[in-house]
């Protein structure tokens, strides 16, 4: 058997610290990058640790048995991320969203979640919080999750072939327990659901329409996302990229499809309804149709270090300050820096360069979570 040899940048200590001096950045809920994109979605890794092997985010040629992950110490602890959730919050976050790795392998998660629960915007409301997990373990924290103050959960899932998802999560974990965990969100009132399928030509490209049947009619909400070049473990390549559009043509030509507006600003998936009222499909096309111009998202990595990007180089180090002693104004006054720095564009830089273009190394998704 020939292995792959794929050259991985640890960039876990690539980062800065927020910026210091300068005017002072107060949490009025009106923040704004210099694109003029407000900070409203917070998402939060809680560990770098998962129990699959998917070739697209942690493939066993990188993270194989003698994998070194942080060590427990330098994860936020729960009451850390609160605090740094509740700052960010205070700057115009309306959505916290949970990630690993695999978040449902962080002990005691509803404890985060109840935590996270209690949180409200500038405006009073509740957030709007949610979890994107690989279902492994959902059938079994579907009712916990929502007890706590879980509003819905997103779940991959790349096929039902069993053979094909077998394969792809490369654990040999069956397809059947995560439909399982599926049900059980849905039956908790986790909702409404998303399932998330990356699609690979040449992989699973066939379990396109095949999908597309299973959740018609169910309320669940399926969304297909182009295999993306994020860090450098899963061997990116463009010709193993299968363009969103093809991918509505081949369920438009079964069950045909109606555009949909978009659910908010910065929404990153591209709507499309059943014309025979049997729900919804999304495409999430990062690298055939850029969406950066509108994205609102920041990053905090399981040790505390804020990324401006899902295709980010380097992070800032918030956990510094928390441990430090700073107080909360002065961390806050740190995020609002950092935010009102922000450029970050990479897929529109992207698409308007050659494809060998060189750039620098690139943080791994299952490091900041996707």
């Known amino acids: 058997m020939v292995r792959r040899i794929i050259p991985v940048h640890d960039l876990r200590d690539a980062v800065t610290l927020p910026p210091s001096g300068g005017a002072r950045v107060p ?38 048995k003698d994998h070194a992950y942080l060590p427990q110490a330098d994860l936020l602890s729960f009451e850390e991320i609160t605090r740094l959730a509740s700052l960010f919050v205070a700057h115009g976050v309306r959505k916290i969203r949970l ?54 959960v997103t779940v991959s899932l790349d096929g039902l072939d069993d053979t094909v998802f077998r394969s792809m999560n490369d654990v040999d974990f069956p397809v059947a327990s995560v439909l399982e965990g599926i049900a059980a969100a849905k039956d908790a009132g986790l909702g409404p659901i998303k399932v998330n399928m990356v699609v690979k030509r040449g992989v699973n490209e066939h379990e396109i329409v095949p999908m597309a049947r299973h959740f018609r009619g169910t309320g669940i909400v399926l969304r297909f996302i182009e295999y993306m070049d994020v860090g450098a473990s899963n061997g990116w390549r463009m010709d193993e990229v299968l363009p969103s559009a093809e991918v509505v043509q081949r369920i438009a030509a079964q069950y045909p499809l109606a555009p949909l507006s978009p659910c908010a600003p910065g929404e990153t998936a591209e709507r499309w309804a059943y014309e025979d009222g049997a729900g919804e499909i999304g495409v999430i096309s990062s690298v055939t149709h850029a969406f950066c111009r509108d994205c609102n998202r920041a990053r905090l990595s399981t040790e505390g270090k804020v990324y401006l990007c899902l295709f980010a180089s380097r992070g800032h180090d918030l956990r510094a300050l928390l441990r430090g002693g700073a107080p909360d104004e002065d961390i806050a006054s740190a995020i609002g820096q950092v935010w009102q720095g922000r450029e970050d564009r990479y897929s529109e830089l992207r698409a308007s360069q050659p494809a060998d273009t060189p750039g620098a190394p690139r943080v791994e998704m299952s490091y900041i979570g996707g």
């Open 27 to 64: 949490a009025s809920g009106l923040l704004q990058d210099r694109l003029g994109r407000p900070l409203r979605d917070l998402r939060i890794s809680v560990t770098d640790r998962c129990n699959f092997r998917c070739s697209y985010c942690m493939p066993k040629e990188v993270f194989g």
């Open 99 to 152: 990630t690993g790795g695999e978040p449902l392998l962080r002990k005691n998660i509803e404890r985060l979640v109840e935590r996270l629960a209690a949180l409200r915007t500038v405006d009073g409301e509740p957030l709007d919080l949610t979890l994107t997990t690989n279902g492994s373990l959902l059938a079994r924290k579907a009712r916990a999750l929502k007890d706590a103050g879980l509003r819905r």
